[in-house]
């Protein structure tokens, strides 16, 4: 179809929903909390049959209301011969619309109003009142369009249309979702303003006595005459003034300017990841007296370099970045973005003792790196996982020379001011590293990120950045080792490492003068609470994994010991022994946190998820998350493993991760099994014990003294269900979430670490069911259900907050066991 004959069916569309938008002033003191205003509320959506609708909406079109974030593939049934793969979460994409029809104040007529979208994947197009904004083919980036020449005032409504075409796959490696997946939101200005993320805040000098702070604002007139302007910029840590800067300047009609302020701070908090102080600047823009626009930037007091001897040097100290990699979807919630989910995914990474984030392999809601900055993670922001040569056959590599310096200038000018972000990642295991287009390529997008920040340095994820005789390496060969064309480019500030840790030690030989950093590491494999119970039978995998996966483990499984790695990968431990010995090795970043929908490697279909978590899907903790808390925190650990239900006389691995002691003593229904220590590097400490049932108990002890004790417990027949939300109370926004872990348990309360009963889940009151996940890769149950099979006795419920402060009532039950009934307040 035509884009004229779109157009025209856009045109004739009858409005059937109304939704008003209150454009706020900007002249008084409310002017800072209403330029940005959420318009998640109050859409239609209609998603097309590719064969039957084609490309065309109407008036008979038959539309459901929603509200934003949405992501309609994760509504879907799992397919295994959909279009986007397995490696795509076998969910299918297609082709949606929505739209939404609003009123605008008719005093707003002197204002400019501007719609952003945080991310709409993919191929977007907007149309307001029949008039065609645009197309923006990246599914991840943020983008704006005006609204202002085409909007009604007064009672006339506005529709605004909105097509996503997610129909041509695989144009992912990983599960995309679809649809309006992030934010939207109004924005309204006088039309003297602080251009969006105009702003750029930088401290040339920084330490505890003294802060500088030097700030850009660019400003934009669209009156169509000269305007004097006062702009004001006041620094503020939280309701706090702490100084406030003043300049006055002429703006020509319908032009802009950037200008320069400094000023100063006396004794500043610095931004740390123990301590993640933040300050911000709130810019205020008067003419002839009138406040037209207040922007708010929040920021960060830190230093920090990478140094090739040194590595990580964080206001002055050495810090080992301790981070993770993530990909974008939350679970059971697919795509559709939601601040709490992310932010219960920090938080279980936090107790990990995680301090860094990469946000794999494109740029991420905006929010996540909100959470960043207020919570303490060191962020490697990357930009793109292929630039002209495709991965897969549909993807962004077909709009790469169209879109790609705007796509990167835009995500550079939004992230910039973050202060948790300390590098910037131009690529991930791009084809062209390894030729002389690659070089140019990566001179070019340096170029282009140093001219918008020169604070940060560059690099690139390469697999790995190493070559021997034009063939890449994992192991070190002192025979004609050379760089790769981008790392020999001169366009890297950072080498980034992608596995190849055997090389890690040789670094500073092949890259003289230039910081590590390990960009992706380890791909380990794991499934929640399955065990091969003697590792004799698993220690081939790492060497062959493709005997064992190919003959085919029970229900797709792979063995929670650390044990278990992909040919390129290693296990857990493997990468940390190395990076942890030599300062030099500034940090690495994990594949992956969280398990996510898509690429389940080494499987395939029936698997529909990875296995490279350290947590699963719904975000439970498998077994090597303690290896990293006894490694990355202080907390005393003492964690071991694997459950106590096996067969009479079974030879079984007894594993214990543990800090903070001396020795750990198992013992077996009160019989000593002897005390153990780790021994040289090791990381953890094993017994091989015959099986029989009863309590096995780990005590940890310093100087003879108990750190901790620990017990399993052989578990009788399933017999209860025990539920537990994170959290009790919720916010009434319509937003906010409780996730809701039910464990299934004998009669005595004991946990049941091998049932997997289907538990249905019902709930009462002004809420509803948004998530159903056991962490399962292979079910093809459901996320939007009211049921869901536990996996390995654990299940997880999401519960959403309606738009009313109420008691919600939570109902977990299952064949023939004891129901589970569990209270959630929401409050306004």
Same mark, same amino acid.
């Given at each position: 179809m035509t884009q004229h004959y779109t157009t025209q069916i856009i045109k004739t569309l009858a409005a059937f929903s109304l939704f008003t938008f209150i454009a706020c002033g900007t002249k008084d003191s409310k002017a800072l909390a209403e330029r940005k205003t959420s318009f998640n509320s109050g859409w239609k959506f209609h998603l097309n049959d590719s064969i039957k609708d084609r490309d065309t909406i109407g008036t008979a079109t038959q539309w459901r209301t929603l509200n934003l974030p949405h992501d309609w593939s994760i509504e879907g049934n799992f397919d295994e011969k959909s279009p986007a793969g397995v490696g795509g979460g076998a969910l299918n994409g297609g082709l949606g619309w929505y739209k939404k029809t609003f009123t605008v104040k008719a005093q707003d007529s002197t204002k400019l109003t501007t719609i952003l979208f945080d991310g709409i994947y993919r191929n977007s197009e907007v149309w307001i009142n029949g008039h065609y904004l645009g197309k923006r083919p990246n599914g991840y980036i943020s983008f704006r369009y005006n609204l202002t020449p085409y909007l009604n005032y007064g009672d006339k409504q506005n529709e605004i249309i909105v097509k996503a075409n997610n129909s041509k796959q695989p144009n992912s490696r990983w599960y995309s979702g679809s649809g309006i997946y992030r934010n939207v939101w109004l924005e309204t200005t006088g039309k003297v303003h602080v251009k969006a993320d105009g702003t750029y805040i930088t401290t040339p000098v920084a330490n505890t006595t003294k802060a500088n702070l030097k700030l850009q604002t660019i400003v934009k007139n669209e009156f169509a005459a000269e305007k004097s302007a006062e702009i004001t910029t006041t620094i503020y840590k939280g309701d706090k003034e702490i100084t406030a800067v003043t300049k006055e300047l002429k703006l020509p009609a319908n032009a802009e300017q950037t200008i320069s302020q400094e000023t100063g701070i006396e004794n500043p908090e610095l931004w740390s990841?123990?301590?993640?102080?933040?300050? /911000?600047?709130? !810019?205020?823009? /008067?003419?002839?007296?009138?406040?037209?626009? !207040?922007?708010? !930037?929040?920021?960060?007091?830190?230093?920090?370099k990478f140094d090739a001897t040194k590595g990580f040097i964080l206001n002055g100290k050495h810090v080992k970045i301790k981070g993770v990699c993530l990909h974008h979807d939350l679970g059971a919630l697919g795509s559709a973005f939601n601040t709490r989910a992310m932010e219960r995914e920090l938080e279980i990474m936090k107790e990990m003792g995680v301090n860094g984030i990469r946000t794999t392999h494109n740029p991420p809601a905006p929010e996540l790196l909100d959470l960043c900055d207020k919570m303490g993670f060191i962020v490697m922001d990357e930009s793109f996982d292929m630039w002209k040569q495709a991965k897969n056959p549909d993807d962004y590599s077909k709009d790469w020379d169209k879109w790609h310096v705007t796509d990167l200038q835009d995500q550079l000018y939004r992230d910039r001011n973050h202060p948790s972000i300390f590098i910037w990642s131009i690529g991930n295991e791009i084809p062209e590293q390894w030729n002389e287009q690659g070089a140019k390529i990566g001179k070019e997008l340096a170029a282009i990120v140093k001219a918008i920040d020169t604070t940060r340095p560059i690099t690139a994820a390469m697999n790995p950045p190493i070559v021997v005789n034009n063939n890449v390496t994992t192991q070190f060969d002192n025979a004609a080792a050379q760089p790769n064309a981008l790392a020999a480019s001169g366009a890297l500030d950072l080498i980034g490492y992608n596995y190849a840790h055997q090389t890690y030690t040789q670094h500073q030989k092949n890259f003289p003068n230039i910081p590590f950093i390990a960009t992706e590491t380890t791909s380990a494999l794991a499934t929640r609470g399955y065990y091969d119970a003697n590792s004799d039978t698993i220690k081939q995998w790492p060497v062959r994994w493709d005997i064992p996966f190919n003959e085919g483990n029970p229900g797709n499984t792979v063995s929670a010991y650390d044990q278990v790695q992909t040919p390129w990968g290693s296990t857990h431990e493997a990468t940390w022994k190395v990076i942890k010995k030599h300062d030099y090795l500034s940090g690495m970043y994990i594949w992956t946190g969280f398990d996510y929908i898509g690429e389940p490697t080494p499987y395939g279909w029936p698997s529909i998820s990875s296995y490279f978590g350290i947590a699963d899907l719904a975000g439970f903790p498998k077994d090597v998350y303690y290896m990293y808390q006894s490694e990355w925190t202080n907390k005393p650990v003492l964690h071991i493993f694997p459950h106590w239900n096996w067969k009479a006389g079974q030879n079984v691995d007894v594993w214990a991760y543990y +800090? +903070?002691?001396?020795?750990?003593?198992?013992?077996? +229904?009160? /019989? =000593?099994?002897?005390?153990? =220590?780790?021994?040289?590097?090791?990381?953890?400490i094993i017994w091989k014990v015959p099986y029989e049932p009863g309590t096995l108990k780990a005590i940890s002890r310093k100087n003879g003294k108990t750190v901790l004790e620990k017990e399993i417990k052989t578990a009788g027949a399933p017999a209860a269900l025990k539920a537990t939300a994170d959290r009790a109370t919720i916010k009434a926004d319509g937003n906010d979430l409780s996730f809701v872990t039910v464990d299934i348990t004998d009669a005595k309360g004991v946990f049941a670490a091998t049932a997997n009963n289907e538990i249905t889940f019902t709930l009462k009151g002004n809420g509803k069911i948004v998530g159903v996940c056991s962490g399962d890769p292979v079910s093809h149950e459901s996320y939007k259900g009211n049921k869901h099979t536990a996996l390995n006795g654990k299940c997880l419920v999401i519960i959403q907050a309606g738009d009313k402060a109420d008691n919600l009532e939570l109902a977990a039950s299952a064949a023939g066991l004891k129901n589970s009934v569990i209270q959630i307040k929401t409050a306004n």
């Open positions: 990841v123990e301590k993640p102080e933040l300050y /911000k600047a709130v !810019t205020e823009v /008067k003419v002839d007296g009138d406040i037209l626009d !207040t922007y708010e !930037t929040p920021f960060g007091i830190r230093t920090f +800090n +903070n002691a001396d020795e750990v003593e198992l013992y077996l +229904n009160g /019989k =000593s099994l002897g005390k153990k =220590s780790k021994q040289g590097d090791d990381l953890h």
